[in-house]
Each structure stands twice: as structure tokens, then as C-alpha cells.
């Protein structure tokens, strides 16, 4: 993991579909059969399940590629980049009990050990692509059951602390950029379309968060019941149906508010390189207008990656991480505004 | 004052319709006492009983959840309810029953057929083992117990060498 410039090949905007979906990621949480559930297992039990889950990850491989972070680096304010980066969740950055973090070298794989569960695991992919974050996904789940005993039932799966992760344990999901959908009001339409048929649809940063700069995470919210491949179907389905509404809305958007369009766009892509204070939603508003642009060929002389490379970065602790300096906030509105005019003077 | 048409001796205060054998509907006015013995309650009054009995059911039923508790990890089913985790893995046996219509209700489903976890490892049980044999060794040693201490030894050698 490097807190400096570079963001995980999940972030490339090389996948399938990347005009509209940033990522997919597939999570799978599990549990070991003989220690009680996170919540209410004493401290030795979680020094015991952080041992036994670094040797499985030791003795698969895993750990020569990758890093393996513990409490005392995970207490560190500046983890919260691992949050912003969608690689660990706020409460388990938050947690005093005794935990283990294991990242990837390319940030695709991360793994929490004593969250909720007692390992909770994902694997992102650029675009909308199931096959290759469910296949990473599986690869590691196979290699720790073979060190591990897992908490599984034939009758309810695997077996985790919430009863709404149950199952298979997983969450998959997709990040989508739908701002044509927004403009035209018929996002509600497909955001409805989706809760009907038993997904859940969230902002940015999961749960409880509002859609900046209208981004939308799709995943699913039933794990029994159906397959792995069930659920991954029934999410690319919708996901296609979603990029499929999102390109004739801005297709539309081309052709009847062309000059709306281009208007949004420039003004976004002008105060990004302008101002000289820029806020963290405000920074996220601009880029999403920005990417809007790249995406449609309006913006030619900046590429997708670099829009979505950007969006991490300007978050209040990757922008931290980067200039390796604690900032206040203003400082930060200031430096953000600094680094965003730099790269965007000279992509 | 009308007698009671039960008794004849207290005041008859309440009326009570009464179906016989036949079908036949009868009237008869009855006195607080007799009403009280046989179990004849007033409307308003049975309205407020119902309440009661709907609270007192309720009452039942969260002792109960206080009282059903999982063996393994003494997490009571009341307190799932406030906390919605379960304990351990063994909660979902020994709350089976309970379980089963949230999981419906959550999933549409409670067959899981998604992939399957092979059991478990050996290898797995035995570092647990291990560490579990390691940490009995250095209690014991620390408190002086060494004859408890050699036999934890032989033990972790035999369980490492497996």
C-alpha cells in the first residue's frame, strides 16, 4: 500500500463499461468455528484469531504480496486514507480491540480481522467485472479454508455475527457514475427498479452517506438463498440496465443541452484549475463534472484515470498521506486546491 | 333494589344475556358478587383486560427470550434482539427456532446453496491447539506449577509434532 500518489489498479478506468461503472467488489465475510462472534469474544480470543488468520495468510502466500498492518499502525489518524480508499471500514479503523489488517500490494485485495466478523475480505476490479473480483475472491476464501475452520451449517451457510450476512457471506457491489440520469430526473425511476428487485442502492462511501457527485454503490442485500453467481447475475443485470439508461440520457443530454452540457463541464473543469480554496464535496462535485466531460469527449486532454486517480486523492486523508503533512482544515481546502490545479495545469 | 337472580340476597347491578341448551336467549341480572364468582366481566372492563393480558403475554415472552440462552456462548435471545449479533456460531443452533422466521423475513429464504466450506482443517484446530497449550504453559510456569507445567510440555510437543 503506498499512501503517496499511486491508487490501486482497481482505480485504472480500464475495466469493462468504465464510462459508467468505477469498480465492482466482491466481500466476503466469515467466521472461525470455535471463538465467539467479534463482539463478544474476549482480547486473548482476538489476539488468537489475528495469529491464526496471519499464518493462513503466511502459509498461502498471501502475505510476501502484500502488507500486514496492526493495531498500533491501524490506531495512526492517517488510516483513515484505508477508509477513504474503500479498503477498511470506519468501524473497524475505530475499534479498540485487537486487530489485523492485510492489504495487497495492488490494493485489488484487502482483509479485516476482527471486524464484525471475524474476516471480512474483498476484491475490487475496474469497471463492471464480476468474473475477475468473484474469481480473486474465491482464490483467497480457498486458500484460508484450508488453514482455517470455518463457522458454516449446511442449512444456513456461513455463518456470521448479523443474520442479514449470512449464507454465502457476500456482498457484492457496484460503484456507478450517474450524472445524465440525475440531470434528466429519471434516476429515481432506475433507483426504484433496483430496491424492487431486492438490491440496495447507497452513496459513495456505503451506508448512511449521501450520493456525492452522484455516484451510486448497487449491491445486494439477500445472501441466502441463492448462489454467489445468482447474485453476481442479478447485480450485472441491473448494472447493464443502469449503463444502458445512463448512455441515452447523456446521449440525449448531447443532443437537446449540448451547450448546458459543455457549460457544466467547463465550469467544473475551470474552477478545478482556479481556486484556490477547494472544500473536499466541493472538489468531489467538480471532478464528477469534470469526468462527465471526459467521458463524453468534451474533455479530450485528460484521461479517465487520472479524473478517477484524483477523486481518491483530494479526500481529506489521502491528500495528508501525499503531502505527508497533518493539515487543518483550511490548510487542506488550500494544499487541495494546490494539487488540483498542478495536475490538472499538466496532466 | 331488584334481588340478584342468582343468589336473591345481593343487588343486581349488571345484566347478563345467557344462551341455554335450546338457543334460547335469556336475560338475567345478577349481583356484583355473583358476576365476580362466575367470571362475568363488563364490556369496558373486559376491554382493559385484554390490554393487560396482551402486556402480560409480552412480559412472558421476553422472559422467555432473557431465559433462552445460548450454552456456548451465554448470550440470551432478548439480548440478540437489542444487539441484532449473535454470540458465536453455536447461537444459530441453539436459537434454531427463533431464527428461522427473521431469516425468512430478511432473505425470502433459509436454505442456504451457495458454495460450501469443506469443514474445516485439521491444520486449523491444531494451531489453535497450540497456541491454546501455549498459553496454559506459561501460566503454569508463571505460577510455579511445574508438574502441571512438564505435562502441558509433553502435550504441545505431541500436538506440534502431529
Known sequence: MSPGGSVGKWLAASGPEADVVLSTRVRLARNLADVPFTHRAEPR??????DVVRWALTDTGYLENGKFLQNEQLADPQCQYLIERHLASPDFIASKAKRGFYVGNDEATSLMINEEDHLRFQVMASGLDFPEAFTAAAALDEKLESQLQYAFSPEFGFLTACPTNLGTGMRASVLVHLPALVITREIEKVLRGAIHIGLAVRGLYGEGTETKGNFFQISNQKTVGQTEWEIIETIADIS??????????????????????????????????????????????????????????????ISLEQVTRLMILVRPANLQALLGENLTAAERDERRATFVRETLVHP | MKACDLCGKGEATMKVSQLDKEGKVT??????????????TEVEKLKANVAEIITELKNRIDEGDSKLICPNCGLSYAEFKRQARLGCAECYTSFHDQLVPLIRRIHDAVQHVGRTASGGRKQAQMKMNVQKLREALSGAIQDEDYEKAAALRDQLRKTEGE
Open chain 1, 45 to 50: 480470543d482476538h489476539e488468537r484469531t489475528v
Open chain 1, 240 to 301: 447493464r440496465q443502469v449503463i444502458l439508461y445512463e448512455r441515452k440520457a447523456r446521449e440525449y443530454l448531447m443532443k437537446k443541452l449540448r451547450v448546458e452540457v459543455e457549460d457544466k463541464v467547463f465550469r467544473s473543469l475551470g474552477l478545478l484549475r482556479g481556486a484556490r480554496v477547494l472544500s473536499s464535496d466541493e472538489a468531489i462535485n467538480l471532478i464528477a463534472g469534470l469526468r462527465l466531460g471526459v467521458t463524453l469527449g468534451i474533455v479530450n486532454e
Open chain 2, 27 to 40: 336475560e338475567i341480572t345478577i349481583c356484583p358478587e355473583c358476576a365476580r364468582q362466575r367470571g362475568f
